[in-house]
């Protein structure tokens, strides 16, 4: 089966620019994850969904991040403006339930400020 | 809020050398606890996983873990490493609220 993909892979973009990321999760899977890795860190969680809706979105810096999934489906993730701090891979992962269903991970998207 | 912890940050290993990597968690509940792998280049991937039952889990590539709720641990250890495990690992944890917690990684390299 084909696995989680992200675009783009790599994006420099320079501080108070807006920025978008896609991800479509594995067929038939209903929980998808946001996620930040700052260089030296591990992941951290942004955004949960289950199908359409929001299970978890605590960490996400809501003044300038925002996510959607629309149909339950592929998802996007936007920055604006961004920070130089929010330079980071932001990594997409799916899992068939929640509940600690294994996550399935994408090759994220390296993202830098400028 | 939850932290977990891994407090070996880069290791060093000669093949068929022990491995042992530590990872403690401050959620006081029932809580899922993972370990995940991410080889060089490659996309980040479970190891093994522990749910309920016996503590001591048997992962891919002859990794295993023992859960010690007294301790709240989660160590990751293999008896005899490989070239093949250098590699990022990654302990998390999901509490019952769904919410998932990674610790900072431990960098393996096993030196031939």
């Known amino acids: 089966e084909a696995g989680v993909a992200q675009s783009p892979r790599y994006k420099i973009i320079e501080k108070r620019q807006s920025v978008a990321f896609w991800c479509n999760p594995i067929s038939g899977h209903a929980t998808l994850y946001w996620y930040q890795q700052i260089l030296g860190q591990g992941p951290k969680l942004l955004i949960q969904?289950?199908?359409?809706?929001?299970?978890?979105d605590s960490q996400l810096p809501k003044d300038r991040f925002s996510a959607e999934r629309l149909k339950g489906v592929d998802s996007t993730l936007k920055i604006q403006p961004a920070k130089l701090e929010d330079s980071a891979v932001y990594l997409c992962?799916?899992?068939?339930?929640?509940?600690?269903?294994?996550?399935?991970f994408g090759p994220g998207t390296r993202l830098t400020v400028t | 809020a939850q932290s977990v912890s891994q407090h070996n940050h880069h290791v060093i290993l000669s093949e068929a050398a022990s491995l042992e990597l530590g990872c403690n968690y401050s959620y006081g509940g029932t809580v899922n606890l993972f370990w995940y792998v991410q080889y060089p280049g490659q996309h980040l991937q479970l190891l093994l996983k522990y749910f309920s039952g016996d503590p001591l889990v048997k992962g891919i590539k002859g990794f295993e873990a023992e859960f010690i709720k007294s301790k709240f641990s989660f160590n990751l250890r293999k008896p005899s490493v490989q070239w093949s495990d250098t590699a990022e690992y990654f302990c998390?944890?999901?509490?019952?609220?769904?919410?998932?917690?990674f610790g900072t990684g431990t960098s393996l390299t096993v030196i031939p």
């Open positions: 998390a944890v999901n509490n019952p609220g769904n919410q998932f917690y």
């Open positions: 992962a799916s899992s068939a339930t929640t509940g600690g269903d294994e996550q399935y």
């Open positions: 969904f289950q199908n359409n809706g929001v299970v978890d």
